[in-house]
């Protein structure tokens, strides 16, 4: 999830937004008032960077609900594949597999 820090052109406080339109504490940044007051600051790489509370705890909800989404997707596609007969992609399961000894050609040909 790319989340984008924003700061306040009066203060020293930065906000974060991962849709470009809205805060995580809902201060609407499309708005003609809130243009010239709030800049684009760049990408945020850690969490600690955000000062608004507000918007720390929404964001942090945000990405916590999208990597538990994309967990039990990942899960849900490792037990299909399972369910399929492929655990692992590009290796053969031989357990439970038995060789059944035959005689060799020549035998088999002294037979008849």
């Known amino acids: 999830m790319d989340i984008t820090l924003v700061t306040a ?3 020293e406080e930065v906000h974060g937004t991962d849709n470009e339109k809205k805060t995580g504490c809902g201060i609407n940044l499309l708005k003609p008032e809130n243009v010239t007051r709030y ?3 760049g990408q945020m790489t850690d969490l600690k ?3 608004c509370e507000k918007c720390k705890a929404s964001l942090a909800k945000k990405m916590i609900k999208a990597d538990k989404k994309e967990m039990a997707k990942l899960l849900k596609e490792e037990k299909q594949r399972e369910k399929m ?4 992609e590009g290796i053969v399961p031989l357990g439970n597999t038995t060789a059944k000894i035959t005689g ?3 035998a088999k040909k002294k037979e008849e």
């Open 85 to 88: 007969g492929v655990a692992d």
């Open 9 to 11: 052109a009066g203060s």
């Open 49 to 51: 960077e955000i000062t």
């Open 104 to 106: 060799s050609q020549n």
């Open 39 to 41: 800049r684009r600051a």
